[in-house]
């Protein structure tokens, strides 16, 4: 190596910018091994390269101590101070060891270090470019096709277009231009790994990007996008500037620049609504082309209840709930849709249930009172009540000494005739009746 190696490396930094000295150091430390592997493996050694001449040296390094151990590593502290007297223990003393026959090594090592640090320096330049650019747009010619995976070439780099992210009826052919969307560039082995997407809503925006002016210098804010890809699709948009409109905005003149993102997309249709703060409005305008009636938002549950026209009802839910599928999505909203013939039927069966409830409810009230006067009265009956229980009566009415005493008198006048009628066989049973109210006898 001379002066000419360290030219060469001036112009790697600056064509590559990968540094003079980091080079260097790389080299040196590459020069240690390939000494280690064909000169002493367990020796200690330092690899300098001058800055100025490119010339490199080898030095072993052993430590200074008084009771010598490992001669390849270790010198006495005697021998050193021969060398240079202010030498101390646990010093480290250094001798050129540079073989002759290492100048060969030494630039193969050197060429290999060089190359391999240039392929890491591009990497991670790549690496770095692209990982920036996550949530773009990129433009790339398809390479390949290998189990299902589309590898699409950006140029410095190429990118996986994995199946999972590819449209449904889209086929890509060798050369073909397309445009997707990063969504994740991975560190690997073999250098950054770009993952794009036709199928990511991000496409979707940036293409509106691309071709809405208002979009691009903030007029316009495309607030939410959803997709089911290569079928249908719904994007949100919103001005603050009240004289712009902005889904005419995006249509653009005759339809110009909604179907130029038609046409990139294969012909995937795209609803564009208009934003607002409103819950109950976006839900309303994210069911476009739906007419919708009502909007009930329901906030602890994040629901919103949506009656729309009877006529209405399948476009607002659309082929296989596709519709409201979407402005779902769009909007974070749970949606039920539901016709007005629906919720009337649903009100006038809950009227109709609540009114026989009542009803029934009265007849029940009712008959259980007519039933327990009729058997309370029965089992009340003074001529067989005090017969029946034997003169335990008075010992249980006690606890009813706040009645009147005229109402007590009543049962004791008669008590003595009382026979039990053979309509009341229970009374027989040991069976007692309740106790008697406050309305006295009959």
């Not at 260097?24 to 493996?41: D, M, P, T």
């Not at 009803?359 to 009540?385: H, I, L, P, T």
């Amino acid at each position: 190596m001379n002066v000419e190696f360290l030219t060469a490396l001036k112009d790697l930094e600056r064509e590559k910018g990968i540094s003079k000295e980091i080079l260097l150091e790389a080299i040196e430390a590459a020069l240690i091994s390939a000494y280690k592997k064909n000169f002493g493996s367990l020796q200690n050694v330092r690899v300098h390269i001058d800055r100025s001449t490119g010339e490199f040296k080898v030095y072993s390094r052993k430590l200074i101590v008084e009771e010598l151990t490992d001669p390849r590593v270790e010198v006495l502290l005697a021998d050193a101070q021969r060398i240079d007297p202010n030498y101390q223990v646990n010093d480290v003393i250094e001798t050129e060891v540079t073989p002759r026959e290492f100048g060969r090594i030494a630039a193969q090592t050197a060429k290999q270090v060089v190359v391999q640090r240039i392929r890491e320096a591009e990497r991670g330049m790549i690496y770095e470019e692209f990982s920036n650019r996550e949530g773009d747009i990129v433009t790339g010619i398809v390479q390949r096709t290998e189990n299902k995976n589309v590898f699409v070439d950006l140029g410095k780099v190429e990118a996986l277009l994995a199946p999972s992210e590819q449209m449904n009826g889209e086929t890509y052919r060798h050369n073909d231009r397309i445009k997707a969307y990063i969504v994740e560039v991975k560190k690997t082995t073999k250098g950054p790994q770009v993952l794009i997407s036709r199928t990511h809503p991000g496409l979707l925006k940036r293409l509106f990007e691309l071709e809405v002016p208002e979009i691009h210098d903030g007029t316009v804010e495309l607030k939410a996008a959803s997709r089911e890809a290569g079928a249908r699709s719904k994007i949100a948009v919103y001005s603050k500037d009240e004289n712009v409109d902005p889904v005419g905005a995006c249509v653009g003149p005759k339809g110009m620049r909604v179907q130029a993102v038609v046409n990139e997309l294969k012909g995937e249709k795209i609803d564009i609504v208009k934003w607002n703060p409103d819950p109950a409005k976006f839900v309303a305008n994210a069911l476009s082309p739906a007419k919708v009636v009502s909007v009930d938002i329901i906030e602890e549950e994040k629901v919103a209840r949506v009656v729309v026209p009877d006529y209405q009802l399948s476009l607002a839910i659309g082929k296989e709930g596709q519709n409201a599928r979407l402005a779902a999505k769009l909007t974070g909203w749970k949606i039920d849709i539901k016709s007005e013939s629906q919720v009337k039927t649903a009100k006038a069966a809950f009227i109709d249930h609540d009114e026989n409830y009542d009803a029934e409810y009265e007849d029940f009230d009712e008959q259980v009172g007519e039933d327990y006067n009729e058997a309370y009265d029965d089992a009340y009956d003074e001529e067989a009540y005090d017969d029946a229980y034997d003169g335990t009566y008075d010992d249980n009415y006690d606890c009813y000494e706040e009645y009147p005493e005229e109402y007590e008198d009543g049962y004791e006048e008669e008590a003595d005739d009382a026979k039990i009628p053979q309509d009341f066989p229970e009374l027989t049973n040991d069976k007692k009746p309740g106790a008697p109210t406050s309305g006295g006898k009959k």
